[in-house]
T-cell receptor
Framework: DAGITQSPRYKITETGRQVTLMCHQT?????MFWYRQDLGHGLRLIYY???????DKGEVPDGYVVSRSKTENFPLTLESATRSQTSVYFC????????????FGSGTRLTVV | KQEVTQIPAALSVPEGENLVLNCSFT??????LQWFRQDPGKGLTSLLL?????REQTSGRLNASLDKSSGRSTLYIAASQPGDSATYLC????????????FGGGTRLMVKP
């Protein structure tokens, strides 16, 4: 299916565990992003990537790791999950951020217990 | 630091009304501004993208305007329908063409049949 897909849709994990959220897009968009959405904070950028093998920090990168070995995939790893990382995570992509809007995935609801 | 505010936070209108959603930002040095729609439990859908050099953009019943000097954008929805019920978010991209969108808190719209 064409588009941007995130998996899993829901995830419950324990404090201290490593967890990886997956993001896959079929358009070969250059730019990909990870946001988290929390009540009271809105959407905040965690990491972004301008191309394969190029990543950069956003507003709230601490505790997260990203990689982008292939253009279509942009996984987000929580190295040692904490309760404060309970959130809804959204992946997004764009072919050119100066000319086009962003396309968002449906999100992953992560609960850390 | 850029701050984006959306007022009102919630709005309820009868079907058929024309309505205006507001977005204000503190730093007028923006590259572009986007309006998104978010349905409950879903990702964001890009509605309109306005470049800093543009005054407005239109898509169907939606019209977005931008007054960069005053730090304001409005989203006009004509002849509202129950299917328009959703949360509407605006986001600005910084003038230095950085990749960190700053989102407003959103306006939750309910259109009653």
């Amino acid at each position: 299916d064409a588009g941007i897909t995130q998996s899993p849709r829901y995830k419950i994990t324990e404090t201290g565990r490593q967890v990886t959220l997956m993001c896959h897009q079929t358009w070969s968009h250059s730019y990909m992003f990870w946001y988290r959405q929390d009540l009271g904070h809105g959407l905040r950028l965690i990491y972004y990537s301008a191309a394969a093998d190029i990543t950069d920090k956003g507003e709230v990168p601490d505790g997260y790791v990203v990689s982008r070995s292939k253009t279509e995939n942009f996984p987000l790893t929580l190295e040692s999950a904490t309760r404060s990382q309970t959130s809804v995570y959204f992946c997004a992509s764009s072919p050119r951020v100066d000319l086009y809007g962003y396309t968002f995935g449906s999100g992953t609801r992560l609960t850390v217990v | 630091k850029q701050e984006v505010t959306q007022i009102p936070a919630a709005l309820s209108v009868p079907e058929g009304e024309n309505l205006v959603l507001n977005c204000s930002f503190t730093d007028s040095a923006i590259y572009n501004l986007q309006w998104f729609r978010q349905d409950p439990g879903k990702g964001l859908t890009s509605l309109l993208l306005i470049q800093s050099s543009q005054r407005e953009q239109t898509s169907g019943r939606l019209n977005a305007s931008l007054d960069k000097s005053s730090g304001r954008s409005t989203l006009y929805i004509a002849a509202s329908q129950p299917g328009d019920s959703a949360t509407y978010l605006c986001a600005v991209r910084p003038g230095d063409a950085g990749n960190m969108l700053t989102f407003g808190g959103g306006t939750r719209l309910m259109v009653k049949p």
